[in-house]
């Protein structure tokens, strides 16, 4: 990834032109600018933190509909699966909304 100079917008290996701020990333032919920025997470490593927290909610909502009851199948109503998703569901859904704008506001630190 290339990261701008200018922004610090993370763009493809190949961009001539970064993406957010339209600055060019090529100098002199050959030249390529790189910032020397730490990050402490990285918007690599944000992005990967992103996809779990989707996957999270995608399961949740799974939960949601096929053991909720919310579909035209029959429910699952024995006790101890009705505990289990009475805690588990709330927890993907809502933890991976919460991961999800974690991953959004740790891309740039």
């Known amino acids: 990834m290339k990261v701008c100079p200018y922004c610090g917008h993370a763009n493809y290996d190949f961009a001539h032109i970064c993406r957010k701020c339209e ?33 999270l909610i995608v399961l949740g909502l799974l939960m949601m509909v096929y053991w909720g009851g919310r579909g035209p199948w029959p429910t699952i109503d024995h006790p101890t699966l009705l505990a289990i998703r009475a805690w588990l569901e709330p927890l993907l859904l809502l933890g991976g909304a919460a991961l999800y704008l974690l991953g959004w506001i740790l891309r740039s630190v």
């Open 23 to 55: 600055t060019s990333l090529v100098g002199a032919p050959g030249t390529v600018y790189r910032t020397t920025r730490k990050y402490l997470i990285g918007p690599e490593r944000a992005r990967s933190l992103r996809h779990r927290a989707l996957s």
